[in-house]
C-alpha cells in the first residue's frame, strides 16, 4: 500500500490527518521507518525548499494556507487548506500516478529502467523489455526506495504482501528467484538484486 511520509509542526493537524484516512480511507500507510510513496510537507517552506533540493524518490505535495507564496521553481504539488478529505486523497493518487507514469518516476539502476505504470522493465544494454507482475513491481519499487540498505525478508512481507497468512518467506525467496531468471539471463553484468545477510538490495 501506498506509505505517506507527513511533515507537520502541528501535532494535532498530524494526528487528525491521520486518523481520518485510518477510519475513512483504505490502502494509505504512515510508516516513518519506511520508504515513502509520497512526501507530504505541511505549511514549513523551509523543509519543502530542503526536500526539493535533495535527489527525491517520491514526489512533494505541500499543504499551505498560502498557495501563492510557493517558488515557482520547486516542482510539487500544492493544496490549499482548508481542505476536504476526499480532495487530499485525490491529490495523493494523482501525484503518486503522474511521477510514476513520468520519466522522473522511473527506477533506474544498473543500466535497467523500471516503468511502474506500464509493469514492465528495459534492459538498455539490449533494449529488451519485460513484463512484470504487480508483485514485481511492488518489490522493485520497495528495494529502489531503500536504496543501498539490505532489506530483510521479514520487512518485504510486511510491506508488500502485509503480512497474509498463506505467504512465507519462501514465497518472497521464488518471487526473487523468478524475477532475476526472467530478467538477467544468466548475465553476470545485468545483475538485478543481490541476496546479503538474510535480505535484499538491488544492483546500483
Same mark, same amino acid.
Given at each position: 500500500?501506498?506509505?505517506? +511520509? +507527513? ?7 498530524? @494526528? ?20 515513502? &510513496? ?21 514526489? #512533494? ?11 515557482? &521553481? ?18 495523493? /493518487? ?67 504482501? !502485509? ?14 528467484? /523468478? #524475477? ?5 539471463? &544468466? ?8 541476496? #546479503?545477510?538474510? !535480505?535484499? /538490495? +538491488? @544492483?546500483?
Amino acid at each position: 500500500m501506498p506509505n505517506i +511520509l +507527513l511533515f507537520s509542526d502541528d501535532e494535532v493537524f498530524a @494526528k487528525d490527518l491521520r486518523d481520518q484516512i485510518e477510519h475513512h480511507a483504505e490502502g494509505f500507510a504512515f510508516n516513518d521507518d519506511a520508504p515513502a &510513496d509520497i512526501i507530504i510537507v505541511d505549511e514549513d517552506f523551509d523543509k519543502l525548499e530542503e526536500l526539493h533540493a535533495r535527489n527525491l524518490k517520491a514526489p #512533494l505535495l505541500f499543504l499551505t494556507t498560502h498557495p501563492e507564496s510557493v517558488r515557482k &521553481d520547486i516542482v510539487c504539488r500544492v493544496l490549499a487548506k482548508p481542505m476536504h478529505l476526499s480532495e487530499f486523497l485525490d491529490e495523493v /493518487r494523482a501525484g503518486i500516478n503522474l511521477f510514476e507514469n513520468s520519466e522522473e518516476g522511473y527506477l533506474c539502476f544498473n543500466r535497467y529502467v523500471v516503468r511502474p505504470i506500464k509493469k514492465d522493465i528495459i534492459n538498455l544494454r539490449n533494449n529488451e523489455v519485460v513484463k512484470l507482475t504487480e508483485k514485481e513491481v511492488a518489490v522493485l519499487k520497495y528495494l529502489y526506495k531503500a536504496g543501498e540498505r539490505i532489506v530483510g525478508k521479514n520487512e518485504l512481507l510486511q510491506e508488500v504482501w !502485509g503480512y497474509s497468512p498463506e505467504v512465507t518467506t519462501h514465497t518472497i525467496e521464488t518471487h526473487i528467484y /523468478r #524475477l532475476r531468471q526472467k530478467v538477467e539471463h &544468466d548475465d553476470a553484468s545485468a545483475q538485478l538484486i543481490i541476496t #546479503l545477510d538474510g !535480505g535484499y /538490495r +538491488l @544492483k546500483f
